[in-house]
């Protein structure tokens, strides 16, 4: 065997494994936003989604405080990164949900129309 022939038959096996990898990926994407799509639909997100957004809030009305000293330069920047992971936390599952890859039904449906 060639050593161009074993070459391609490497990137071959490389390239199968990519694919196997990558569609494993996107049947676990898949499963997790259906899975958040649910968990949006429930009582318990709504409540968990108010007390996000109260925490938000509470960030956002002590940055618009002045801060008066260094300390208080501190911690506006603290209630700037927690505000902001608050935010991703709210904001998460719909973009998992918006990225997720589709499914082959979904793709039918949209063709059908």
């Not at 070459?7 to 490389?14: K, N, V």
């Not at 990558?22 to 799509?37: I, N």
């Not at 973009?95 to 039918?108: G, H, K, M, N």
């Amino acid at each position: 065997m060639s050593m161009f022939q074993e070459d391609l038959d490497r990137s071959e096996g490389l390239r199968k494994s990519l694919v196997r990898d990558a569609r494993k990926a996107d049947r676990e994407d898949t499963e997790r936003a259906e899975q958040f799509v649910q968990m949006l639909k429930s009582e318990a997100w709504a409540l968990y989604r108010a007390l996000l957004e109260q925490k938000i809030q509470e960030c956002s009305d002590l940055l618009m405080t002045p801060a008066g000293s260094q300390d208080g330069l501190v911690k506006l920047a603290e209630s700037a990164a927690m505000m902001r992971g608050l935010i991703v936390a709210k904001d998460l599952p719909n973009l998992i949900i918006a990225t997720a890859p589709r499914t082959s039904a979904e793709e039918d449906d949209d063709h059908a129309h």
